[in-house]
């Protein structure tokens, strides 16, 4: 089953633009992935946030965590064409389950030039 | 490095009959995992390998089935193909089955199931 949602499920910007991606999960983590995935092909790892930390930055890509909320966001600056693609969220499984990751149902952005 | 590679890319078969997927892990990952991805359910866990190992498994029938060598390549293999089975199947490989470290994911197998 899904951990969580993903927020809003489509996205259309234009290029320059900063798109924001907010994650909700349902129980307690250890750390949060983001992904993403080009049209039905491999996910990329972005980021990886843990539990202990609110905020991480990579390029032009923020991520923050607010594990009193259950939630994370994803915002990428100054948005390319390049950027189009889905992305997710992945929360790890538990105790025990090794790597397992539960992903959200993604977030389709569409970057326009 | 090399990336994860898998094989093959695409594959169609028909229902009843068997399939098996191939991973090759990126050099000196031990850990590798499975995901199902369909636009109806999204991605979710298959199973995870560690040394030869099956570490954990998700919420899938015992028709899919999955193993490890001792060289950290994988196989996965779905008996009984349904209509359902049709999906992007992912591999993940990572240095090790804690928690808490990026997963490199391959680029896929579609396979199409008629």
């Known amino acids: 089953s899904q951990q969580g949602e993903e927020d809003p499920q489509a996205l259309s910007i234009q290029e320059g633009e900063n798109a924001t991606m907010n994650c909700s999960y349902k129980?307690?983590?250890?750390?949060l992935q983001w992904y993403r995935q080009n049209s039905g092909r491999g996910l990329v790892h972005l980021i990886l946030i843990r539990s202990n930390e609110r905020e991480k930055h990579s390029g032009r890509l923020r991520v923050t965590l607010d594990t009193s909320k259950k939630s994370s966001s994803l915002l990428i600056t100054a948005s390319r064409a390049a950027d189009t693609a889905s992305y997710f969220c992945a929360t790890d499984a538990g105790p025990g389950a090794g790597t397992a990751l539960i992903f959200g149902k993604g977030t389709t952005l569409s970057v326009s030039s | 490095k090399a990336g994860v590679t898998q094989t093959p890319r695409y594959l169609i078969k028909t229902r009843g009959q068997q399939v098996t997927l191939s991973c090759s892990p990126i050099?000196?990952?031990?850990?590798v995992s499975w995901y199902q991805q369909t636009p109806g359910q999204g991605l979710q866990f298959l199973f995870e390998?560690?040394?030869?190992?099956?570490?954990n498994k998700g919420n899938f029938p015992g028709r899919f089935s999955g193993r490890q060598f001792s060289n950290s390549r994988s196989e996965m293999n779905v008996s009984t193909l349904e209509l359902g089975d049709s999906a992007l199947y992912l591999c993940a490989s990572s240095l090790t089955t804690q928690t808490g470290y990026e997963q490199y994911f391959g680029p896929g197998t579609r396979l199409t199931v008629t």
């Open positions: 129980t307690s983590i250890n750390n």
């Open positions: 390998y560690f040394s030869e190992t099956q570490r």
């Open positions: 050099s000196g990952h031990r850990s």
